[in-house]
């Protein structure tokens, strides 16, 4: 048994190693070579000094943050209600089934919605209204992609609340609480680590979406993810894109460390 333990903690620490400290360490190694491949520190003094990274940064935080606050807007009440359906379960396969599909085909769907001639212009129309630049906006760019982390907020904060023992609702009733203040003492206290879950699952990765900032928000909008992107690709800069790759992660593990669950 001992051996059998071994053996799988062995491949999981290989597998640990391999793709993800040894990328890491790539990046890191990476960030102190310039275009011209000599070792400096040119590149961090860069990304502190230039007033371009400087407004990326604090605009990928920015976005981040409104993408996860209007997924959670929408995601608690749905998640909430959704633990109160007869058949819960069913409804809750039919939110996680669009993450099924492939994000470059639900992007191109928006472009067809959000065009001149697509459906949200049409509708606008339909009141009178001319058309209208909706793609390649800050609104559409948050749209989407709020749609698209919908489920990644909505499954942790119903396995939250479906877990809370239905005995703490009637004690709170016999009690004489009503249902706002059940909420506020019960509900909400008890669904916390899942909204925990859910801003960890939202903000890291809407940190760094670099495809719908191309698709959606027609380069308009600038994230860590398209600069990445940017100097890996096109200007071959790989010591610059390595520095913000740097960063990035440093900002993951912060986001993680405040979203994590304190111990009482």
Partial sequence: ????????????????????IAPVLLILYQSFFEYRHHLTLTNYV???????????TFNSFLYAFWVTFLTLLISYPTAYFL?????????????VLPTWINLLLKAYAFIGIFGINGVANNFLHFFGI????????????????????????I??????????NPSLFN?????????LQTFLKIVLPLSTSGIRSGTQAVFIPSLSLFML???????RVITLGT?????????????????????LILFMLLIMRLTKERKK
């Fill in 227 to 247: 600069a990445i992107e940017e100097h890996f690709l096109v200007t071959q800069n790989w010591g610059m894109g390595s520095v913000i790759g740097v960063f």
């Fill in 46 to 56: 860069t990304y502190f000094t230039q007033y371009t990274y400087l407004k990326m």
């Fill in 83 to 95: 633990t109160k359906l007869k058949h819960k379960q069913l409804w809750l396969m039919l939110i």
């Fill in 1 to 20: 048994m001992r051996k059998l333990s071994f053996q799988l903690s062995s491949a999981y620490y290989f597998w640990l190693a391999l793709f993800v």
């Fill in 155 to 164: 499954l942790p904060i119903f396995n939250s609340i479906d877990e809370i």
């Fill in 213 to 219: 900032t191309r698709l959606i928000g027609g380069n």
């Fill in 171 to 179: 004690a709170s009733s016999d009690l004489g609480a009503n249902k």
């Fill in 130 to 153: 001319g058309p209208k630049q909706i793609l390649f906006t800050d609104f559409s760019f948050m749209f989407v992609a709020a749609y698209i982390e919908l489920p990644f907020m």
